[in-house]
């Protein structure tokens, strides 16, 4: 028997149902992977919601899973029956016992890292690593500032950026918050209710900043602009608080020459050389413990609604599982 968490509608966290759904066998190329562990991330929400869409209804949601190979379909050599593997980069499925998924998305997970761990760190810490190394590759001695500092992405970047000889600004929404932040790192840590350009120019002696890494959109988006040094770079790689609305392109000159992307791990790890490349490298960091993947929330997959409820209520900190 396989179960999973469908939506059959957008909508709320109560559209996540736990129903018996089919497995069918891999197909040439694909694999079946047998979830101990399947990562909550924010984008979770957002095909549950309808911001992004699901390619039919019903839908299993979820991008992110550790697990171990039960299966292969015809040609199949990335991975074998038994690996120990995980994945982030989708297509959706995520949210159930097993599922079948391309086999050239996975990676191998070596024994120093847990399921748990696994499924936790792929698409965090994937998107930490690209944000880092590939869309602003950060130098030493630089000022970054990373919105949602305690956040699953956010607590990961702190870390990596530290580790590349960064000073890090990272915001958050309340105290508790803060002292997560620092405690994983970051060098000084904002209130989101703080005049976030003031503080930023304070801090920077004037100099204001080369890069800012925001997830948190609509509400923050002016204000991290208003935070860079001039030919500054805006990443902005997602929508917490609801997406960006339409932009000026030359309030970008108005502010100073200013750089603007907007990246997605997808795009990043597209290829699988790249998709290996990246997660080779975050492997490496976190086996090294340069940078610890913090799991401070647990839920059973079917309570994957009170999942979505604590995300979007900001009361989660660190990265999330849901366990099959
Ligand atoms: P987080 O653990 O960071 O949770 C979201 C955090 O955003 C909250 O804890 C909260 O932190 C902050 N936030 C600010 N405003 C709001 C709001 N109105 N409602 C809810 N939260 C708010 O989630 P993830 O680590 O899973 O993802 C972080 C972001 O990164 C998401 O926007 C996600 O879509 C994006 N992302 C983008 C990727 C890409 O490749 N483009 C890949 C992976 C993630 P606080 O209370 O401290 O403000």
Redesign the pocket.
């Known amino acids: 028997m396989n179960h999973a968490i469908r939506v059959h509608e957008y909508g709320g966290p109560e559209k996540l149902l736990w129903e018996e759904v089919p497995l069918p066998e891999p197909k040439p190329g694909e694999a079946l992977v047998k979830h101990e562990a399947v990562g909550?991330?924010?984008?979770d929400v957002?095909f549950r919601t309808g911001l992004y869409k699901a390619p039919a209804l019903p839908a299993t949601i979820g991008m992110e899973g550790a697990g171990t190979v039960a299966a292969v379909g015809e040609g199949v050599t990335d991975v074998a029956v038994g690996d120990r593997v995980a994945y982030a980069t989708g297509p959706i499925g995520a949210y159930a016992q097993s599922r079948i998924i391309k086999a050239d998305r996975l990676v191998k997970l070596p024994d120093a890292i847990s399921f748990e761990t696994g499924a936790a760190m792929m698409?965090?810490g994937m998107?930490a690593q690209y944000l880092l190394r590939r869309t602003f590759p950060v130098q030493k001695g630089q000022t970054v500032l990373i919105?949602?500092?305690?956040?699953?992405?956010?607590l990961i970047m702190v870390q990596w950026a530290k580790h590349l000889g960064c000073t890090v600004i990272g915001?958050?929404?309340?105290p508790e918050?803060a002292e997560i932040a620092k405690a994983h790192g970051a060098d000084h840590v904002l209130l989101?209710s703080e005049n976030l350009p003031s503080r930023v120019k304070e801090i920077t002696g004037g100099a204001m900043l080369p890069v800012v890494y925001d997830?948190?959109?609509k509400?923050t988006f002016l204000p991290s602009l208003d935070s860079l040094a001039p030919m500054g770079m805006m990443v902005s790689?997602?929508?917490?608080?609801?997406p960006v609305g339409p932009i000026e392109v030359n309030l970008l000159a108005a502010k100073g020459s200013l750089f603007l992307t907007r990246?997605?791990?997808?795009s990043y790890t597209a290829k699988r050389e790249d998709l290996l490349a990246s997660a080779t490298d975050l492997i490496d960091v976190v086996a090294k413990g340069v940078v610890k993947i913090v799991v401070n929330q647990r839920y059973a997959l079917k309570d994957a609604s009170q999942a979505h409820l604590d995300?979007?209520a900001?009361k989660?900190?660190g990265s999330t599982v849901l366990i099959p």
């Not at 909550?40 to 984008?43: E, R, S, V």
């Not at 915001?171 to 309340?174: I, R």
């Not at 990246?263 to 997808?266: G, R």
Request: glycine letters at 14%.
């Open positions: 909550l991330n924010y984008i957002y698409l965090q998107t919105h949602a500092a305690a956040g699953g992405v956010g915001t958050v929404s309340t918050k989101t997830s948190v959109g509400d790689y997602g929508n917490a608080s609801g990246p997605t791990l997808a995300l979007e900001r989660t900190t």
